[in-house]
């Protein structure tokens, strides 16, 4: 079974940053593509940034021009960086590959609150 883990959530005020990690094995972080997902309370789980092996990446447009993935060859992690935090970001966020599905980690909850 995958273990995907992901961690860095906490409660941030409106405004705050945070920085998101994930630590993949090393078999799919080499293969796949990766990305970052949410789920808010009561709603669908949803892709929030993409990134290729060649670091292109793709991101959705309630996050654009304040979230940015990254990916160290080094560690097998992928970052999200997020900037600008608003309360309806507040979500639980999981990373997992961009174009399949693994089986899903806990997840980090990150909640934007004043």
């Known amino acids: 079974q995958v273990q995907l883990v992901e961690s860095g959530g906490g409660l941030v005020q409106p405004g705050g940053s945070l920085r998101l990690s994930c630590v993949v094995p090393?078999?799919?972080?080499?293969?796949?593509?990766m990305a970052w997902y949410r789920q808010a309370p009561g709603k669908q789980r949803d892709l929030v940034a993409g990134i290729t092996k060649s670091n292109s990446t793709t991101y959705a447009d309630s996050v654009k021009g304040r979230f940015t993935i990254s990916r160290d060859n080094n560690e097998n992690t992928v970052y999200l960086e997020m900037h600008e935090l608003l309360p309806r970001d507040t979500a639980v966020y999981y990373c997992n590959a961009l174009f399949i599905r693994f089986s899903w980690g806990q997840g980090t909850q990150v909640t934007v609150s004043a």
């Open positions: 090393s078999n799919i972080f080499s293969t796949y593509s």
